[in-house]
């Protein structure tokens, strides 16, 4: 089962990996993740279903918190609070 975003997230920066298939999501998550402040949150969009999984399990192993998902007409918001 998906983590379901809380309402109301303040996002500092937004990364659009719409129409983009791994690895490429995850890479450029992992090259934006360095322009945004510890504590602040990073919104990434993307179509590819295996981000679903891949972006949990990145945050879980380098220690960013990963706030959840919400899906849009088409796409997927994914949430991630740098650490």
Known sequence: MSKIAP??????H??????LSCPM??????KEID?????E????LGTDP????????W???VGHEY???KEDAGFLHFYIKKA
Do not use: F, H, M, Y
């Open 7 to 12: 309402e109301g997230l303040t996002v500092a």
């Open 14 to 19: 937004t990364l659009d990996c719409k129409g």
């Open 25 to 30: 999501p995850i890479l450029k998550t992992k």
């Open 35 to 39: 322009k945004v402040n510890s504590g």
């Open 41 to 44: 949150i990073l919104e990434v």
């Open 50 to 57: 295996g981000t679903r999984n891949d972006i949990p399990g």
């Open 59 to 61: 945050c879980e192993r």
């Open 67 to 69: 706030l959840g998902e």
